[in-house]
């Protein structure tokens, strides 16, 4: 690994707000080898960030690419900090709306509600306008209901780098029973 290597993927990640798709980091440095390339952040990531715990950002995989983020023990200081409300949490009725739309995508709004056993218009409106949910196509019956599917951003607020890491439903339902709601912070 070149040093130029190491802080072109480093202002790369700083500069970008989403998660960036290590193909996409790989064309722009002309590295074909994704070997080659896992072994340049795990360097990357040990020389500037593990060995060094005064920094106070991490190499995060996350929404399906790489990201820098912050330290998870800074959270409560820049909290502070930026004095973000607690609004950033979610709703009981939107955690239950999107979990069905995870797990069932894509899902319709009939079938979101009839799951629910309630209307689910006004929260699948909020994942909407919060991005965490999207409109992917629509549904081939009478009516042409909108299919929605999550997001980019749905895999960057649960901090997941794929679907596959989606909790099982089991350890989903004790997360509802003890009523925890995730934070932009976590």
Known sequence: MTSEQAALIEAILFVSKDPLELGRIMEFLQISDETEFEKILQ????????????????????????????????HDSLKDFFTIKQATKLTLASLETLSIVAYRQPATLAEISDMRGVNA???????????LIRISGRKKVPGLPALYATTQEFLVYFGLNDLSQL???????????????????K
Request: no cysteine.
């Open 121 to 131: 218009t006004g929260p699948v409106k909020n994942l909407l306008q919060k991005k």
């Open 43 to 74: 360097t990357l990531e040990k020389e500037h960030f593990l060995d060094r715990p005064e920094r106070g950002l991490q190499l995060k995989r996350s929404g399906g690419g790489l990201q820098l983020v912050t330290k998870p023990e800074l």
């Open 167 to 185: 909790p099982s439903l089991e350890e989903l339902t004790e997360l509802f029973e003890e009523k925890e709601q995730p934070s932009l912070f």
